[in-house]
């Protein structure tokens, strides 16, 4: 069974920065995909950046220049640094797995920017 365990939300003024992580364990295969998606209240889940193992990116156009993903193969884990925070960018954060053709979520962490 495949998990995934998030890290790193919280409260930060506009202009900060954090760090999320999230961890994947079980059968994890070596093609696939980690990336993270974002959800507002009252919106659709949305794509902020995704990573695949063999290291090609693709970020949301309102994150790039300020977000920054990256991943480790051989932990199972993906990081996504946050810079220049923006109210706009309080959401639910989701680290999201995709092998063979299915997707596995973790269960999110609210990232809220506010003065």
């Known amino acids: 069974q495949v998990q995934l365990v998030e890290s790193g939300g919280g409260l930060v003024q506009p202009g900060g920065s954090l760090t999320l992580s999230c961890a994947a364990s079980?059968?994890?295969?070596?093609?696939?995909?980690m990336g993270w998606y974002h959800q507002a209240p009252g919106k659709q889940r949305e794509l902020v950046a995704h990573m695949t193992s063999g290291g090609r990116t693709n970020y949301a156009d309102s994150v790039k220049g300020r977000f920054t993903i990256s991943r480790d193969n051989a932990k199972n884990t993906v990081s996504l640094q946050m810079n220049s925070l923006k109210p706009e960018d309080t959401a639910v954060y989701y680290c999201k797995l995709t092998m063979n053709f299915y997707d596995y979520w973790g269960q999110g962490t609210q990232v809220t920017v506010s003065s």
């Open positions: 079980g059968r994890i295969f070596s093609i696939n995909t």
